[in-house]
């Protein structure tokens, strides 16, 4: 029977994307089938799978973690937030709908069945199947008609290991206060706990351990030390980034970010981060676009034109504008190409209420909103580069103009993408993931007069997954989670 494990936290950013992609790694190691899996996930940070759909990042991570391709059925609901209080709803892959916060509820009895039968279908490929929840544990609020993480787990009998993060403060508080606040039916699932992120010396917490065990009757599974490296893996979201890139910033060329609400697959920004050459200098509002900056990058976006009126309130047009007058560089990925543009229509009230805006102009190409949504992985060669790329397509919309008879790529399937300036300075592509290749970050960083290194940046990330799984194996009493997870179904 196949095995299945739990990892609940007792918040967000707790880590617990990274404890199931070290653990994914582990056990694979070992040479067993492993699937990660996470009911629901929210998150503007997706990937293409190579069933043609897509899921949240930290699931495609899970899935290289396990030496397995991503599947739409690794995270079966994915919410795609769109405004303070509503999100787009992703089912297996594909989008089925919009709704609001207090509406969502009423989606998730019938979301249970798409999570339960994509659970099933990983579990009838592998030796064991890692779940990760979603959120805190403790919110007891959401429990009614829960789908990701205690009615989840009550659902499949998945039993469930709870992640604290000492690194923020609280931690006994937040485990102990777990237990006291969820049913007792709940708090049976929970087989154990651990503690993450720990700096120093792991002897001064031993009494925290013993007294969160005591208080709580679940025993202690692991006090896990900080590893420093996690922070060049594909970050769940913006706030794990913005803690990412905190004390960068050693390299001499600049790249700046304007960092906008619906920011999304911000993970085109890792393999810059890498870069020892380089430093990624997320723009904050209220803050202007730095002038010494080589490079502006304007990433995707979950809701373009809502990010560009931001963008102008912010008075970053004004920085874009002169930055170019100086002869700076300027590249928008997916939303931020579209950006660029003459302008923006959404016809069918796709984003929000159907509307057209003036776009930033620096660009002779001008987009439709369409509602097919493209979602397509990507080889070809870069024109203004002449170096191979890869990546992934992952958009709505169709972008059209002058502009685009100066392509930026050249797919293998013989189709161009994107457009360039006359002066070659501003640069627009619908291709994500580009600076994971190799070969065309070193093309950009050249045209940047950026110092280039032999980074090899996907050789990187899986000898960074190889380190953080050999670092919990140190750390976490891994026979006894794969005891517990032998509990599953019972």
């Not at 079966?76 to 509820?105: D, H, M, N, W």
């Not at 060049?232 to 979201?237: G, M």
């Not at 796709?350 to 493209?374: H, Y």
């Amino acid at each position: 029977m196949t095995r299945a494990l739990m990892i609940q936290g007792t918040g967000s950013n707790v880590g617990k994307s990274l404890v199931v992609a070290g653990l994914a790694r582990l056990f694979a190691r070992r040479g067993l089938k492993v699937r990660p899996f996470k009911p629901q996930n929210m998150s503007n940070n997706a990937a293409v799978t190579s069933d043609g759909g897509e899921i949240g990042r930290a699931q495609a991570l899970q899935a290289r973690a396990a030496f397995v391709a991503p599947s739409v059925h690794m995270n079966p609901v994915l919410l795609k937030p769109q405004s303070e209080v509503g999100s787009q709803i992703i089912v297996q892959g594909k989008r089925v709908g919009t709704a609001k916060a207090c509406e969502f509820q009423a989606w998730k009895p019938r979301l249970m069945d798409a999570v339960l039968g994509s659970f099933r279908h990983l579990s009838d490929e592998a030796d064991l199947v890692l779940v990760e929840g979603a959120g805190s544990a403790s919110e007891v609020n959401l429990r009614p008609g829960d789908i990701a993480n205690m009615g989840f787990a009550r659902a499949t009998g998945t039993p469930v290991v709870l992640v604290g993060d000492i690194d923020r403060g609280g931690v006994i508080a937040s485990l102990v206060g777990t237990r006291v606040v969820i049913a007792p039916e709940d708090a049976a699932m929970i087989r154990g706990f651990v503690v993450n992120r720990f700096r120093g010396d792991p002897s001064l917490f031993a009494d925290g351990m013993a007294i969160i065990a005591e208080r709580t009757g679940w025993p202690a599974l692991g006090l896990v030390p900080h590893f420093a490296e996690a922070g060049l893996l594909p970050a769940e979201d913006i706030m794990g980034l913005r803690r990412q890139t905190e004390g960068e910033g050693g390299g001499r060329t600049v790249i700046a970010v304007p960092v906008m609400p619906r920011i999304a697959n911000f993970d085109d920004l890792d393999p810059l981060r890498t870069e020892p050459g380089v430093t990624v200098h997320l723009v904050e509002p209220g803050t202007p676009i730095p002038a010494e900056a080589a490079l502006v990058l304007l990433p995707g976006s979950k809701t373009t034109i809502d990010d560009l009126l931001f963008l102008r309130e912010q008075g970053w047009d004004i920085d874009l504008a002169a930055h170019v007058r100086r002869g700076g560089r300027v590249l928008g990925i997916c939303g931020g190409y579209q950006m660029l543009g003459r302008s923006i229509a959404d016809p069918e009230g796709i984003e929000g209420p159907a509307r057209q805006v003036a776009g930033l102009g620096l660009l002779d190409v001008a987009t439709v909103l369409t509602s097919d949504k493209n979602l397509t992985p990507v080889t070809g060669i870069g024109l203004t580069t002449e170096a191979p790329l890869s990546g992934y397509e992952m958009h709505l919309g169709v972008t059209e103009g002058p502009d685009r008879q100066r392509a930026f790529a050249r797919f293998a399937d013989g189709r161009l993408d994107g457009a360039v300036s006359a002066d070659g300075r501003v640069v627009g592509t619908y291709i994500h993931g580009l600076f994971a290749d190799d070969a065309q970050r070193r093309a950009w960083l050249a045209t940047l007069g950026a110092p280039t290194s032999n980074l090899a940046y996907e050789a990187l990330v899986d000898d960074i997954l190889d380190r953080f799984a050999a670092h919990l194996e140190v750390h976490l009493d891994i026979e006894r989670l794969w005891a517990i997870a032998g509990e599953a179904g019972r």
